[in-house]
C-alpha cells in the first residue's frame, strides 16, 4: 500500500491548484467555510443581526442574571404582552393616519411624517417599579429594514435593578436585542436602532418644587382670609393692644378722679 507521503501527493495532484491540499487546504478554504457558515444561518436571524454580536455583549454578568429573572417572571410575561397587544393597535392606527400610504402587516410605507406611536403603559411602568427596576421609555424604528424608517413608536421599558447604572444602560438594548430576538416578530422585532431614556431624578426634583412654590403661593390668599379680619363700614376696629392700653388708660383716670374726690372732701 503506499505510504502517507504518498497518499498526500496523490491528493494534492488532485486539487489542481492548491498544492498541500490536505495539510494546508483546510486553512485555505476556511474563509469559504465561515461564508458558507453565514448563509446557512436560519432565515429568523439575519446577516445584519449577526455580525455586531461582539459588540452588543457588553453587560455586566449582574446585569444580564437580572434581566433574564425579569423576562422569565410570569408578572411581566403578562402585562409585557398586554403591552405588546395594546400597542400594535396604536403602532397600526398611528401609520394610516401619518402616511399617505401604509402597508403593517409587511412594514412598508411611503410619504410619512411625524409618525410616532405613543405606547407607554402604566400597566409596565407600575409593575417594573413595584417588583424589578425602573420603568424607563425606549424610542425605536420598528420598520427601518422593511421599508417605512420614517415611523416611530415610543415604548415602555423597564430596566432591572441591577441595570440600572452606566455602563449597563448603555448597552442593554443591545443585549436584549440579540438575546430576546427569538420570542419577538413583526413590529416588535427590530431593536437596532432604539434610544433609552430613563429620569435620573433631577427633572422629577425641579417638578416637586416647582408643585411646592406653586402651593404656598396658593395658600397665601387663604392665609390672609382667615388670619386678617376684613374692613367693615361703621366700625373701628382696633388691636389688642391698642384695647389693653386703652383700658389702662381709663383704671389710670378712675384712680385720678377718685383721688381728687378724697382730697376735696378732706378739705
Request: glycine content about 8%.
Amino acid at each position: 500500500p503506499p505510504s502517507n507521503a504518498g497518499r498526500l501527493k496523490q491528493f494534492d495532484l488532485q486539487v489542481e491548484g492548491c498544492p498541500g491540499a490536505y495539510s494546508k487546504g483546510m486553512m485555505a478554504i476556511l474563509p469559504l467555510l465561515v461564508a458558507l457558515a453565514v448563509v446557512i444561518i436560519p432565515g429568523r436571524v439575519s446577516a445584519d443581526e449577526v455580525a455586531p454580536l461582539g459588540r452588543r455583549l457588553k453587560t455586566s454578568e449582574q446585569c444580564r442574571q437580572g434581566l433574564y429573572y425579569m423576562i422569565s417572571d410570569p408578572n411581566w410575561v403578562y402585562v409585557n404582552n398586554t403591552m405588546i397587544r395594546w400597542c400594535r393597535l396604536k403602532l397600526e392606527n398611528e401609520m394610516a393616519s401619518c402616511c399617505t400610504l401604509a402597508n403593517f402587516a409587511d412594514g412598508i410605507a411611503e410619504g410619512c411624517s411625524g409618525c410616532e406611536a405613543n405606547c407607554l403603559h402604566y400597566g409596565m411602568q407600575q409593575v417594573c417599579s413595584q417588583n424589578f427596576g425602573q420603568a424607563c421609555q425606549v424610542r425605536r424604528k420598528p420598520f427601518n429594514k422593511t421599508g417605512a424608517p420614517d415611523v416611530n413608536v415610543l415604548e415602555s421599558f423597564c430596566v432591572p435593578h441591577e441595570c440600572n447604572n452606566q455602563a449597563d444602560r448603555e448597552a442593554l438594548m443591545d443585549w436584549f436585542s440579540i438575546t430576546t430576538i427569538a420570542e419577538r416578530n413583526g413590529w416588535h422585532r427590530d431593536y437596532d436602532i432604539a434610544t433609552l431614556t430613563c429620569d435620573d431624578g433631577v427633572l422629577t426634583g425641579i417638578l416637586t418644587a416647582i408643585a411646592v412654590i406653586v402651593g404656598l403661593v396658593a395658600l397665601l390668599p387663604v392665609g390672609y382670609i382667615l388670619f386678617v379680619a376684613p374692613k367693615e363700614k361703621g366700625k373701628t376696629l382696633i388691636s389688642q393692644a391698642d384695647m389693653q392700653e386703652s383700658s389702662k388708660q381709663d383704671e389710670d383716670d378712675t384712680l385720678r378722679s377718685t383721688g381728687m374726690g378724697d382730697f376735696g372732701a378732706t378739705r
